[in-house]
C-alpha cells in the first residue's frame, strides 16, 4: 500500500469509497445523498488544504483531507478527516494513513490536530485516534442524526504534533 497527496485527477477514483462511507448516514455530517460535485467541492480544497490517497495497487482503499482547523490565527493547528473502504477495515489502512497525514501536518508546520466531529458511535475511529495520542476534549450529546440509531453524541479530539 501506498500514500500519495492526491490532486483532483484522483477525484474519479476517490469519489465511489467517498460516496459509499457518507451515503451510510453513519459516520460522515454530509448529507447522505450529497452528489459528486458537490461532494468535490467538499474534499478537493484548494491550498493550504492537502488531500491524500492510500492506494493497493490501482484501488484507492482510503483518503484524508488536512486543512487548517480555522483561518487567520487559528490555522497552526490542523483538522482533519479520514475515509477508509468499508470492504478494507481493520488492515491497518486507516493507522498508515493517519500516521501520514500526522506527518505532513508537521512537515507543514502545525503544531496540533483537532477533530470537531468523530460520531461516538465509530468506535473503530475513537479506538485508532486514542492509540494516536489523541484525547476526547468534549462531548456533545444528540449531534448526530445517525441513519439507524438516532441523534448520538460527537467528540471534540485533539493532540499536539
Do not use: C
Request: aromatic letters at 8%; proline letters at 7%.
Amino acid at each position: 500500500m501506498q500514500v500519495r497527496r492526491a490532486s483532483a485527477a484522483d477525484w474519479p477514483r476517490i469519489w465511489p469509497l467517498w460516496h459509499r462511507v457518507v451515503s451510510t448516514g453513519e459516520t460522515y455530517m454530509s448529507a447522505p445523498d450529497t452528489d459528486r460535485e458537490t461532494a468535490a467541492g467538499v474534499w478537493l480544497l484548494p491550498p493550504p488544504a492537502a488531500i491524500f490517497v492510500a492506494e493497493d495497487g490501482s484501488d484507492v482503499v482510503g483518503t484524508a483531507l488536512l486543512k487548517p482547523a480555522q483561518p487567520g490565527l487559528g490555522d497552526h493547528v490542523a483538522n482533519a478527516a479520514f475515509m477508509v473502504d468499508p470492504d478494507r477495515a481493520g488492515q491497518g489502512i486507516g493507522r498508515r494513513l493517519a500516521e501520514h497525514v500526522l506527518d505532513a501536518a508537521r512537515a507543514l508546520g502545525y503544531t496540533a490536530m483537532q477533530f470537531n466531529a468523530v460520531v461516538s458511535t465509530n468506535t473503530a475511529a475513537i479506538a485508532l485516534w486514542t492509540s494516536l495520542g489523541f484525547d476526547v476534549l468534549a462531548t456533545i450529546p444528540g449531534a448526530f442524526r445517525h441513519a439507524r440509531l438516532g441523534p448520538v453524541a460527537i467528540h471534540v479530539m485533539f493532540r499536539e504534533l
